[in-house]
C-alpha cells in the first residue's frame, strides 16, 4: 500500500491564532502514524503528549522545557518525545512532526 500527498492537498487545521497544522499523512491513511507541518508564531503551550512524536525543526526556533531542562531546537535539529511526557514548547517555528500512532487515534 502507499499513499501520495501532495503539499496542496494537505488539511489545514488552526490550532491557535498563531499556531496552523498543514495535516498530510493522517490515520485516514494510516492509523499507525502521521504526519503533519506546523508554522507558530510566538507560540507556547504545555503538553502531555498521548503519542510517540518526533519534531524535525525546519525553520526558526522552537524550544522545549522538560523540567529543568530547556533546548533550543533550529533547522535541521530534531527531538524525540514518548508517550505520556509533559513539556512545554514555546518559540517562533515551523517543524514536521510524526506522531505514532496516528494523531486522534
Known amino acids: 500500500m502507499y499513499k501520495i500527498v501532495k503539499s496542496n492537498e494537505g488539511s489545514i487545521h488552526k490550532i491557535a491564532d498563531n499556531k496552523?497544522?498543514?495535516?498530510?499523512?493522517?490515520?485516514?491513511?494510516?492509523?499507525?502514524v502521521s504526519l503533519a507541518v506546523i508554522d507558530a508564531k510566538e507560540?507556547?503551550?504545555?503538553?502531555?503528549?498521548?503519542?510517540n512524536r518526533i519534531y524535525y525543526i525546519i525553520g526558526g526556533k522552537l524550544t522545549l522545557t522538560f523540567e529543568n531542562d530547556r533546548y533550543d531546537l533550529?533547522?535541521?535539529?530534531?527531538?524525540?518525545?514518548s508517550q505520556g511526557t509533559v513539556y512545554d514548547?514555546?518559540?517562533?517555528?515551523?517543524?514536521?512532526v510524526?506522531?505514532?500512532?496516528?494523531?486522534g487515534v
Open 98 to 103: 510524526i506522531n505514532q500512532p496516528a494523531f
Open 20 to 32: 496552523i497544522a498543514t495535516n498530510l499523512i493522517t490515520k485516514d491513511i494510516n492509523l499507525g
Open 89 to 96: 514548547m514555546s518559540g517562533t517555528f515551523k517543524t514536521i
Open 43 to 51: 507560540y507556547q503551550e504545555k503538553e502531555t503528549t498521548l503519542y
Open 74 to 81: 533550529v533547522s535541521g535539529d530534531s527531538c524525540f518525545i
